[in-house]
């Protein structure tokens, strides 16, 4: 059964400092990784990850996917309270049906 | 503000009734998508649409019947409904499904089942 796993679940840091959230998969059909934000309820998109080892970079957020080892981290540096949130991991099946499966997400909040 | 609006935002209901979510887009997207957000459980697709077509079920219990009359409105129609089915209830919106990465997401529908 194809499954994506994130952890920590929850994470708790200071303004200023850096985390890295995790993401790891296992699906036949790999197309590519997605990165959302959910704040509130709507989730936004942030990156998509197809090719190794390339990093996608917007301000303090970064990614990278690892294809061999089936994972990727999401970056974020110099935290913000605007940076907390529920940060969801997600795979695109390739058989083009519209399939995403969802990692359960991490929750991070950044205190002042 | 996405382009994809959800009513309503919060519903209650009872096991007994049945009722409706409502989302609608106008961004010339052409798949749209029904997902359950349940707490501390990953975002489960339950129904895809494109061009009008149902084209993904993901064994979905037939208490939840979707809609799709035209290429811009998704309903998902509720009855008898159990306490486990209270969740969030996202719809998403793509140009196709092969571009389903560049979703749009509602802000979604709170439910609560008594």
């Known amino acids: 059964e194809d499954k994506v796993v994130q952890s920590p679940l929850s994470l708790v840091v200071h303004e200023g400092d850096t985390v890295t959230l995790n993401c790891s998969y296992e699906?036949?059909?790999?197309?590519?990784l997605l990165w959302y934000k959910q704040e509130k309820k709507a989730p936004t998109f942030l990156f998509m990850l197809?090719?190794?080892?390339i990093e996608k970079k917007s301000g303090r957020l970064s990614s990278i996917l690892d294809k061999k080892e089936l994972f990727s981290i999401l970056n974020i540096t110099a935290t913000q309270t605007g940076d907390s949130a529920v940060y969801l991991c997600?795979?695109?099946?390739?058989?083009?049906?519209?399939?995403?499966?969802f990692g359960q997400g991490t929750t991070l909040q950044v205190k002042p | 503000e996405t382009g994809v609006t959800q009513t309503p935002r919060h519903l209650v209901m009872g096991m007994t009734n049945k009722k409706s979510l409502k989302c609608e887009q106008h961004?010339?997207?052409?798949?749209m998508y029904w997902y359950k957000q349940s707490a501390k459980k990953p975002l489960e697709l339950m129904f895809v649409?494109?061009?009008?077509?149902?084209?993904e079920n993901n064994s979905v219990p037939s208490r939840f019947s979707p809609e799709c009359p035209n290429s811009s409105h998704l309903f998902l129609h509720l009855h008898t409904l159990q306490p486990e089915d209270s969740a969030l209830y996202l719809c998403?919106?793509?140009?196709?499904?092969?571009?389903?990465?560049?979703?749009?997401f509602g802000q979604g529908t709170r439910l609560t089942v008594v």
């Open positions: 998403a919106s793509s140009l196709t499904v092969s571009r389903n990465t560049e979703a749009f």
């Open positions: 649409y494109n061009f009008k077509e149902q084209t």
């Open positions: 197809t090719s190794s080892g």
């Open positions: 961004l010339g997207h052409n798949a």
């Open positions: 997600a795979v695109e099946d390739s058989s083009n049906t519209g399939k995403l499966i």
């Open positions: 699906v036949t059909n790999f197309r590519s």
